[in-house]
């Protein structure tokens, strides 16, 4: 089994900036993938990015250049979600995702909301 905790979220005004973090204990695998998807009231939830053990991240277009994944491969392993610019459509409950070797499962932390709001 796989723990993912989440911290982070929080109200914060448009054009501002949030970090989320999530860390990751059980059964860590060497080789993943780790992500984050958010879910806004009424809407499926959709990727917003993911990055790959060796560093190679993925984006939804809707924050590409405003939005930045990072993660550290320590022996718990920490996932970050640095959000710039933030937007009212960027509100929404962010989860953190864990899927290991070989990609045949998915865990899921409980969820941070993040709201954007004047």
């Known amino acids: 089994q796989v723990q993912l905790v989440e911290s982070g979220g929080g109200l914060v005004q448009p054009g501002g900036s949030l970090r989320l973090s999530c860390a990751a204990s059980?059964?860590?695998?060497?080789?993943?993938?780790m992500g984050w998807y958010r879910q806004a009231p009424g809407k499926q939830r959709e990727l917003v990015a993911t990055i790959a053990t060796g560093g190679t991240a993925n984006y939804a277009d809707s924050v590409k250049g405003r939005f930045t994944i990072s993660r550290d491969n320590a022996e718990k392993k920490t996932l970050h979600l640095q959000m710039n610019k933030l937007k009212p459509e960027d509100t929404a409950v962010y989860y953190c995702?864990?899927?290991?070797?070989?990609?045949?499962?998915?865990?899921w932390g409980q969820g941070t909301q993040v709201t954007v709001s004047s």
């Open positions: 059980g059964s860590i695998f060497s080789i993943d993938a």
């Open positions: 995702n864990y899927r290991p070797y070989p990609y045949t499962r998915d865990y």
